[in-house]
Every structure is written in C-alpha cells, then in structure tokens.
C-alpha cells in the first residue's frame, strides 16, 4: 500500500530565518506531488505541484520554492521567512492516471514569530 | 473561474441522526469531485471520488452524490456517531487548469452524544 510521510510536523521559526519542509511517498512510482497551504478557516491553496523529477510548477507568487530531487520526494523551501508564512502546509499526492485521487500528508504547523 | 462552496459552515447533531453536507460548484465541466475529512490539526484523509461519468458512491455510513448539471453534491451521513465529528471537505478537480484541484471551506460537524 501507498504511504506518504511529511516532516517535521510542527516548527517555529524567527522572521528571516530558512525553511525546509520535506515529503515523501512510499510505495508507488512517479506520482503527482503537491504542496497546499492551509489558512485558518479557509480552504486549501495550491502552492506547487510537480509531474516528474525536476519539474515544478508555481501557483501563486511567494517567499517558497520547491524542489522534486528524486522521484518521491518533495521539499518546501523558503531563503528567508515572512510572518505571513505561517500556516499550515500539507503535502499531497496521486497517480499520474486518469483518478485523479489525491492522498495527504498529516501536514507541518509553521509558526514565524 | 471555478468556486466551491459549502453550506453550512458548522453543523451540530445528536448522535443517531442522518444528516446531509451540501458542496456546490460554479463550473460543471469537472473531472472528479473528492470529499475529505480532517481532524484538528492533522491532515486530509480521503472518504470519497466520484468521477464526472459516476452520479454517486458509498463507503459504509457514507454516500456522496453528484449532480454535475445543476453544479451539486451531497455527502450523506447514516448513523451519525460521535466519532464523526470532524471537519469536512469538498475539493472539485476541473477539465481544465492542469492539476489544481479547488476546495471548499468545509463544514465542521459536531455530533453530540
């Protein structure tokens, strides 16, 4: 079975500081990965997604970068945080066939103070 | 440009009860429609899909319909249990937009014992 594993799960960060948030998926072969951010009584924000090894797609201009280094694995950066940054990130996945189904993480509580 | 609503956004029973989540969608042309669940703090997990060619799927206690015409769904709840209390997503995948899935606000349910 298909397993997704995102850590840490809680971080507190100073303004200005880096940030590494990474993901993996275990048991299946390129699979769509996602990053959503999740703000306190809203819905979920689209904030990358990548198809393959390499390849990122950006959906809002912001402080993160993502990287895809390897098949299943899938890393949220940032060089310098923003208090506006704080959130709740969560890492998602799906088979790159026609489902669609989207799997998620248990997520990463971000605090910049 | 696709919006998802859900209405309630809180919604409070006694144990026991059969209750109905409303998710409604501006767009018809979609290729799935998901529904989630979440806990406080912890990640989505995945209850339902429903295909644009399906009209309804069951899991258990659950059924989720889906009327693309009129731009609707429903999650239908049997039985509410008091371990059903959680928060609960609706999230539409369009034709088109590559993989941005859209999700709803959610309804948070509480079922009393």
């Known amino acids: 079975s298909q397993t997704i594993h995102q850590w840490p799960a809680t971080l507190v960060q100073p303004v200005g500081s880096p940030l590494s948030l990474e993901c993996t998926v275990e048991g299946t072969s390129n699979p769509n990965l996602y990053w959503y951010r999740q703000a306190a009584g809203r819905g979920l924000q689209l904030l990358f997604y990548s198809v393959g090894i390499g390849q990122i797609s950006s959906e809002v201009p912001q402080n993160l970068s993502a990287s895809r280094p390897q098949d299943r694995q899938f890393i949220l950066s940032s060089k310098k945080l923003l208090l506006s940054d704080s959130g709740f990130y969560l890492c998602?996945?799906?088979?790159?066939?026609?489902?669609?189904?989207?799997?998620f993480g248990e997520g990463s509580r971000l605090t910049v103070l | 440009k696709q919006e998802v609503t859900q209405i309630p956004a809180a919604l409070s029973v006694p144990e026991g009860e059969n209750l109905v989540l409303n998710c409604s969608f501006t767009?018809?042309?979609?290729?799935?429609l998901q529904w989630f669940r979440q806990d406080p703090g912890k990640g989505l997990t995945s209850l339902l899909l429903i295909q644009s060619s399906q009209r309804e799927q069951t899991s258990g206690r659950l059924n989720a319909s889906l009327d693309k015409s009129s731009g609707r769904s429903t999650l239908y709840i049997a039985a509410s249990q008091p371990g059903d209390s959680a928060t609960y997503l609706c999230?539409?995948?369009?034709?088109?937009?590559?993989?941005?899935?859209?999700f709803g606000a959610g309804t948070r349910l509480f079922v009393k014992a």
């Open positions: 998602a996945w799906s088979k790159g066939t026609a489902t669609g189904e989207l799997f």
């Open positions: 767009d018809s042309a979609i290729y799935n």
């Open positions: 999230a539409v995948r369009p034709n088109t937009g590559g993989f941005k899935t859209i």
